[in-house]
């Protein structure tokens, strides 16, 4: 049987931390992983969600079975500009999605450089 203080310095040492330290190891190795996986995920659901492929694949199709010029004509401009518009949206998704990267990337530098300076203006006063 365990006595209490050695299960307290047990966790004291090796979980708090062991956490603390294996953190930054973490953050940027298997977090940035599954922040790539989800960001892959949430994209390539996107693409689905909007149809995109659809719309690229029927882009000659006439709509609405007008098979004359002018049908033709309107499907294909009328499909461009959906496409367009879908792609639109896709890029400022994907730009989105970029700077949440970036700023995962980021904020633990942000965070550390912030204390730092917290830190040293507490000191100075």
Known sequence: MKSAGGGLAKFVVFDLIGSIVWFPAWWYTKGLRQLLQWVGRSLRYR???????????NFFVPMYGQYDLTGRL???????????????????????????????????????LLLFLNGATLISL
């Open 47 to 57: 693409v689905r969600a909007y149809g995109f492929l659809i719309w690229v694949k």
């Open 74 to 112: 309107i499907s294909v401009f009328m499909r461009f500009v959906v496409l367009v518009g879908r792609g639109i949206a896709l890029l400022v998704e994907a730009i989105v999605y970029l700077n949440v990267i970036l700023l995962w990337i980021a904020s633990p530098v942000v965070v550390l």
